[in-house]
């Protein structure tokens, strides 16, 4: 196991999202291609508004993405002790002081800044005072006056802001508790954290991060800030372009892989490859070629993605074990199936077949839909045929029955002859025949449908519409 390690550390405030997803997927990919360790830390600081169902969708979420964490989830606010046992330590160190600033106060030196035309800065008038009043006080950090913040990001290149642009950050709150800023810092070092990647919102945290880092004399994790997701005009994700979250793209029928491969795909490349699966992903992301620009979300190449992985999945036994299982199981956005009233036959029906189906199909929910049909021995509504196509259909019934053996190949080289000595096209056999046997004019290849329903359900259909037909 190589030293690396990487985080995770959403904030229980609400449900897994796109962008969110992608942070934890890069991370997660950073430290598996260096078998290194990838920990995950709910960071609930924000008590009022962290949420246990929020942890629990995020935790789901990131399951069904696939994405594992290593070891137990580290909660922030359990820390709580040791974020203010550092500020303490910094405290005595001389590093950061204690501000009697009432809020009151904070306000008017605001007003007053801005006032002068100054950007409205705490003026750090309590950073040297040793006269300190009984009273609630905040602890800051005493960051430097002057020079250069300055930090190599693998994204963004080096980086840097003038000292004077930031102020003395609060560490602990009046109320003791410990602000995100240092909670954050505390915890990814003694998590071991070597290596962050993060939205480019974090930047400036970045900075203000740094600066407590050289305070305690720790060693910065590497740092990449990569940009947000943009929707496909531009714009900031919005829940109109897709910034909805990972339990919405899985009920409207997506796989975690084809989540994953279009994630993969918003911020990072690997020359011209747009089929990325996880495996092979792991091999290539090793933390370079992500992109400077803003990734936009496409939501076609995602569906395009899921029906790729959708007809991966049929080429092998597990991998139809594993599409019939969540066609059948998914809370999907579509009809409902009761996967324990599902007869044998139904599901050897319905396995049989989902391998034609998945040739259009680019969601699991238009899969469930299409496949229903097939799950009963016949349809509710047999389709009524005109007089000719009746009378043909009847005359083919017999004989397809003493047809042997009962193989895509076999029944399209009869239809073929049968159709050939009636003098009728192809075709003006094979469309009613479709229509008896699905209830569509379009469906996938008419012999594979008729090889998956069998010889029984194949007759039984046909039969039905003949019954509910008007005789030539
Ligand atoms: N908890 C922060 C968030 O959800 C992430 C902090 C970090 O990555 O440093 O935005």
């Not at 950090?141 to 963004?156: C, N, Y």
């Not at 829940?239 to 919405?248: L, M, N, Y």
């Not at 029984?456 to 003949?466: A, F, G, I």
Request: hydrophobic share 40%; with cysteine; proline share 5%.
């Amino acid at each position: 196991m190589s030293g690396i390690i990487t985080r995770f550390a959403p904030s229980p405030t609400g449900i897994l999202h796109l962008g969110s997803a992608r942070t934890a997927l890069f991370n997660w990919l950073y430290a598996r291609h260096y078998g290194g360790q990838f920990l995950l830390r709910l960071e609930d600081t924000d008590q009022a508004r962290s949420s246990q169902e929020s942890a629990d969708n995020i935790l789901s979420n990131l399951k069904w993405l696939g994405l594992d964490w290593d070891g137990d989830v580290v909660i922030q606010s359990q820390r709580q002790q040791r974020h203010q046992n550092v500020a303490q330590q910094l405290l005595d160190m001389g590093k950061a002081y204690r501000c009697y600033c009432t809020p009151e106060e904070l306000v008017a030196m605001k007003d007053d800044a801005l006032a002068r035309g100054l950007h409205p800065t705490y003026d750090r008038r309590w950073r040297d005072r040793t006269d300190h009043p009984a009273g609630p006080f905040v602890v800051r950090l005493k960051a430097p006056l002057s020079g250069e913040i300055a930090f190599h990001d693998t994204v963004q290149g080096m980086v840097k802001v003038d000292a004077e642009d930031l102020d003395d950050m609060i560490l602990l709150r009046s109320d003791g508790t410990p602000t995100y800023m240092l909670a954050v810092v505390v915890d990814d070092h003694d998590m071991g954290v070597t290596h962050i990647i993060r939205g480019d919102d974090h930047l400036t945290n970045g900075f203000r991060q740094l600066n407590l880092y050289h305070a305690m004399g720790w060693t910065a994790p590497s740092m990449s800030h990569i940009p947000l997701i943009h929707s496909d005009d531009g714009a900031k994700l919005s829940k109109r372009h897709g910034a909805i979250g990972i339990e919405q793209y899985r009920a409207d029928g997506f796989l975690p892989e084809a989540i994953c491969n279009g994630l993969l795909r918003l911020g990072w490349s690997h020359g011209n490859d747009e089929k990325i699966d996880q495996e092979q992903a792991k091999a290539w992301f090793d933390g370079t070629s992500l992109s400077k620009s803003a990734a936009r979300f496409d939501r076609d190449k995602f569906l395009s993605l899921n029906g790729h992985y959708l007809r991966q999945r049929t080429l092998s036994d597990d991998g139809l074990e594993s599409l019939w299982h969540d066609v059948v199981h998914e809370p999907l956005d579509a009809p409902a199936l009761s996967p324990d009233r599902l007869s044998d036959a139904a599901c050897r029906v319905g396995k049989a077949i989902l391998p034609a189906l998945a040739v259009r199909a680019t969601s699991l929910c238009a899969l469930r839909t299409q496949l229903i049909p097939y799950l009963s021995p016949c349809l509710e509504n047999p389709p009524v045929l005109s007089g000719d196509d009746g009378s043909m259909l009847s005359e083919l019934i017999p004989i397809l029955r003493d047809l042997s053996p009962w193989s895509s190949h076999c029944i399209e080289e009869y239809l073929r002859q049968w159709s050939q000595e009636k003098n009728l096209s192809f075709g003006a056999v094979a469309k009613p025949l479709r229509l008896v046997l699905t209830g569509q004019t379009i469906s996938p290849s008419l012999t594979d449908i008729m090889v998956a329903l069998g010889k029984e359900n194949s007759l039984l259909r046909m039969q039905n519409s003949v019954n509910a037909s008007p005789r030539a």
